[in-house]
């Protein structure tokens, strides 16, 4: 029998020991690889250029008890793929488990800033293109409407950046996220325009997981001027605010939203409960410190929010409780399967205590809806049947 989305995981990963690169890396770099190495406790772990050793930790518990953190291991003990990290065939099976039609499928570990430490940025470049060609032509390929690929954008500079994000538009993904600014720094740089651009043209969403740039605001200084010293004013608000905050305030800051009026962003795994006080207190800081500053903004910091930027978050009840006081139009719900906090494979159980007493067409809308429209998916059409 046909079905159509019911569930979609705004946030999952793609995990997995396959050792993918033979097939897209040139054979001169294949030594400069990701490689998983046996560890004595049982569990595996990552050797990368320019880290130290990477244990697999919280990424690949996929419903197992997190009751440790080393010894967790991407294998059951007959030899099969774990929960979380088989081929496309299997994850599409988990989901059924799961009582889930999709997932946006995050990068792997051989994806994200385990390769930063690769010296040689042609080495680096070349596996982050290595990685987007395997997402794209193997993993999503068999069901790309329920296996929804987020490719990776390398920090080697702008140029780089631009040409990866139209490529990943070639290769069919269905967004793409990164942890620099396009200009492959922690502040936004004009030249950054470009990208913002050029993902507006493609019609390529954008979908940074829990921030992008750097994280946290450096503390105030006498030197500070200007617009550096009230992105910092604007974002430092009581320390307990998520490290997407400081990212908002950089882009309200630098005026990216009234330059590009139809751009979105759609951070994941930033959870919603601490939205109510945290968007207060941005509108609050700005009307106190914009005279200051001599920076008018032409709407409220919670407007541009509420018109340019998507959440995802996990297992937090409280987003739906609030959900009077939150932008509900711009909330996905994630399993965020198969790391640590995911809800896999009672996801079902927790979508009942999260949603408890919301109106239908709120609990369709969060499931569902927002996540057909920011990534562009057909919501009427019957989806990719799993395997026998």
């Known amino acids: 029998m ?35 190495v ?42 099969s793929p774990a929960p979380g990290t088989g081929g496309p065939a299997q994850r599409l099976r988990e989901q059924d488990e799961d009582g889930i039609d999709a997932e946006v499928l995050f990068p792997s570990v051989q994806g994200t800033r385990l390769i930063w430490g690769i010296s040689d940025p042609r080495v680096y470049l070349a596996l982050v293109q290595g990685y987007n060609d395997f997402l794209a032509k193997e993993f999503c390929s068999l069901a790309p409407d329920r296996l929804l690929g987020v490719g990776v954008i390398p920090i080697s500079g702008i140029d780089d950046a631009v040409r990866e994000l139209e490529r990943c538009k070639e290769l069919g993904l269905k967004a793409v996220t990164f942890h620099t600014f396009p200009n492959g720094g922690g502040t936004p740089k004009p030249e950054d325009d470009r990208f913002w651009k050029t993902a507006l043209d493609l019609q390529m969403p954008l979908a940074p997981h829990i921030t992008f740039g750097d994280a946290r605001p450096p503390p105030p200084t ?16 009581s320390g307990g605010e998520p490290d997407c905050i400081y990212c908002i305030s950089q882009l309200l800051v630098d005026r990216v939203f009234d330059r590009f009026p139809d751009l979105r962003f759609m951070f994941a795994e930033t959870n919603a ?14 009307d106190i410190y914009r005279g200051a500053f001599n920076e008018e903004f032409k ?10 930027l998507y959440f995802s978050f996990v297992r937090d009840p409280m987003a739906m409780k609030l959900r009077e006081f939150l932008p509900v139009d711009n909330l996905m719900w994630s ?11 009672e996801s079902r159980k927790w979508i009942d205590i999260v949603f408890e007493g919301v109106p239908g067409p709120v609990k369709r809308k969060v499931l569902v809806d927002n996540a057909v429209n920011f990534f562009g998916l057909d919501s009427a059409k019957a989806i ?3 395997p026998d």
Request: glycine letters at 10%; charged letters at 25%; aromatic letters at 14%.
């Open 273 to 286: 409960g601490w939205m109510p006080f945290t968007f207060y207190m941005l509108d609050d800081k700005y």
């Open 384 to 386: 990719t049947p799993t």
């Open 222 to 237: 006498a030197a500070m001027r200007g617009k550096e010293n009230f992105t910092v004013h604007l974002g430092g608000l």
């Open 2 to 36: 046909s079905r159509t989305y019911q569930v979609i995981s705004a946030d999952s990963h793609l995990e997995t020991s396959e050792n993918f690169w033979p097939r897209y890396l040139p054979q001169k770099y294949l030594e400069r690889a990701p490689r998983l």
């Open 38 to 79: 046996a560890l004595e406790d049982g569990g595996e772990g990552w050797l990368v250029e320019g880290q130290p050793l990477y244990h697999n930790s919280r990424i690949i518990f996929g419903g197992r008890k997190p009751i440790r953190t080393s010894g967790v291991s991407y294998f059951n003990d007959d030899g």
């Open 335 to 345: 399993s965020d399967f198969p790391h640590g906090v995911t809800s896999f494979p």
């Open 299 to 308: 709407k409220r910091p919670t407007e541009y929010i509420n018109e340019h």
